[in-house]
């Protein structure tokens, strides 16, 4: 079975093989077209360790598409009092030129934007400043959201070493501008926004599962200029002290150390239960920042007398209350004899490097079980479904 990594240790990743043996700070900014994400990671020695993670499933690149595209056709609606987005093809045509507008502003000052629906025709024009002012609360959001997470790594910008750009949407101008004022330094050099993620998925994968693999002989030729004749040696027989890239003396084969990748919870995991006064609460089962995988437990209690099935609520987020945080599962264990308030119950979480959580209900008594598992990479909900559905029938138009 293959493992699984973030986007954001993927993109560490990419760019930090040919850095092993020193030691930096990293923050990885990913953009994509429906997700922003940032991640501060450490390189120490042959180790690769996230320090904390944060970011926003309901922000990306399409809320700076659908920016430009209401612009353009509140613009067109105040010209004809026709709205081009009431028809399912005006509107899927208009969106593929506000996309193409999009990516030329990224390198021109001004894009045009031509609009055609029912006999009428306008064209719009946009400079990047206007985009730019049409879309600065979206880059606030992506501002406050660096902030955070430096904040949970407790750093201060000046910590960062370096800064990676991951997915199409950080070539936007503004957001290298924002960094660059955040951090008075330049993005990395040699890391592709596009392909960073795809390149360090499989360099991990190539790490864990085959690190004889020709691939890394591949990269490290490609990347460092030495010669092929480079030995990969077992990463399990380094130690952390193994920190040593020196190029090999003539006639000389090179290992490459044993690369370490640790990744954290990023939120906290919990479970909702009643105090004594009946009053829920959350417990966290897994705090934030514990390295994966890891194995938590606790002990709970019947609420009430002659229960026969017991539901445990599983939480994500910082907060004391159900209000607070996100309920994203449940485990019901049922059919269990009545017994009184008190009887022992026991659950187990079991967090995977591959961003699944295993959660275990067990009944102490009877050791009846019930185990099920929640997806935390990835998963999207009804509503989310339904708006991607219907994105893909405006799509299929022909």
């Known amino acids: 079975m293959l493992s699984i990594i973030n986007e954001p240790t993927a993109a560490a990743i990419s760019y930090g093989l040919e850095r092993l043996g020193t030691d930096r700070n ?8 429906g997700t922003f994400d940032v991640t501060v990671m450490e390189i120490r020695g042959t180790s690769l360790r996230t320090v904390a993670s944060d970011g926003n499933a309901e922000l990306g690149g399409k809320d700076w598409d ?5 612009h353009v056709s509140d613009v067109f609606q105040q010209q004809f009092g026709l709205d081009p987005r009431d028809d399912p093809q005006p509107y899927q045509e ?7 507008a999009k990516i030329s502003l990224s390198t021109k000052p001004r894009a045009v934007i031509p609009v055609n629906y029912r006999g009428h025709r306008a064209v719009v024009a946009v400079t990047r400043e206007e985009f730019e002012s049409l879309t600065a609360d979206l880059l606030m959001q992506c501002e406050d959201t660096c902030n955070i997470v430096l904040e949970k790594a407790r750093m201060k910008w ?13 070539r936007m101008p503004m957001v290298h501008t924002m960094l660059r004022r955040l951090s008075s330094k330049e993005p990395a050099r040699g890391v592709n926004p596009d392909e960073c993620v795809a390149v360090g998925a499989g360099l991990a994968a190539v790490f864990r599962h085959r690190p004889d693999h020709p691939a890394l002989h591949a990269y490290r030729l490609a990347s460092t200029g030495r010669p092929p004749e480079v030995e990969l040696s077992d990463p399990m027989s380094h130690t952390p002290q193994d920190r040593s890239l020196a190029p090999a003396a003539p006639g ?11 990744d954290v919870a990023t939120h906290p995991l919990g479970i909702v ?10 417990i966290n089962l897994i705090p934030e920042f514990t390295p994966l995988p890891c ?3 606790g002990r709970f209690a019947y609420a009430y007398d002659n229960m026969t099935a017991v539901k445990v609520e599983v ?16 485990v019901i264990l049922d059919k269990l004899p009545p017994r009184p308030r008190g009887t022992p119950i026991e659950v187990v979480y079991r967090y995977t490097a591959n961003q699944i959580l295993e959660v275990d209900v067990t009944d102490v008594e009877t050791r009846q079980t019930r185990r099920a598992q929640i997806n935390l990479r990835g998963s999207i909900d009804d509503a989310q479904k339904a708006q991607a559905r219907e994105r893909i029938r405006r799509a299929s138009i022909t």
Not at 26 to 33: A, E, K, N, S, T
Not at 66 to 70: A, K, Q
Not at 273 to 282: P, Q, S
């Open 26 to 33: 990293i923050l990885v900014v990913d953009l994509g077209g």
């Open 66 to 70: 659908d920016r430009l595209l209401n």
């Open 295 to 297: 194995d938590k437990r």
């Open 252 to 262: 000389q084969r090179v290992g490459l150390p044993g690369v370490r990748i640790t």
């Open 273 to 282: 239960v009643l105090d004594a006064n009946h009053k829920e609460r959350i």
């Open 94 to 100: 208009l969106y593929e030129r506000c996309l193409h």
């Open 315 to 330: 939480t994500e987020g910082h907060g004391d209350s159900r209000d607070e945080v996100t309920v994203i599962g449940d």
């Open 158 to 170: 000046a910590d960062i070493d370096d800064f990676i750009l991951a997915g199409g949407s950080t």
